[in-house]
Nanobody, 123 residues
Framework: QVQLVESGGGSVQAGGSLRLSCAAS????????RGWFRQAPGKEREAVAT???????SHKYSVQGRFTISQDSAKNTLYLQMNNLKPEDTAIYYC?????????????????WGQGTQVTVSS
């Protein structure tokens, strides 16, 4: 059974930093895609940063240069380092995992989700 547990959220002022962690269990890193998503009040959930099973990384345009996704396979932990935070980054952040469909199909639907961690950035 896949389990994802996030930690590291909190409240910071604009320009501050936070690092989110996601402890994962129940799957092999090489066969899953991993990612960070967020949902702000009244908005749809959106992808922030993802890593596919080949280690290819993608960041949402608005966070490029400020956020960095990384992983420690030995610890089965996914991270999101967030620097120069802005009020518009305020949201609940979720860790998620999706089965890897192979190099041709890529990541399948994200079906495993953590409980979420709140990030609040004040101006």
């Amino acid at each position: 059974q896949v389990q994802l547990v996030e930690s590291g959220g909190g409240s910071v002022q604009a320009g501050g930093s936070l690092r989110l962690s996601c402890a994962a269990s129940g799957y092999t890193y090489s066969t899953y895609c991993r990612g960070w998503f967020r949902q702000a009040p009244g908005k749809e959930r959106e992808a922030v940063a993802t890593i596919d099973a080949n280690g290819r990384i993608s960041h949402k345009y608005s966070v490029q240069g400020r956020f960095t996704i990384s992983q420690d396979s030995a610890k089965n932990t996914l991270y999101l380092q967030m620097n120069n935070l802005k009020p518009e980054d305020t949201a609940i952040y979720y860790c998620a995992a999706a089965p890897w469909g192979g190099s041709w199909s890529g990541c399948e639907k994200y079906v495993y989700w953590g409980q979420g961690t709140q990030v609040t950035v004040s101006s």
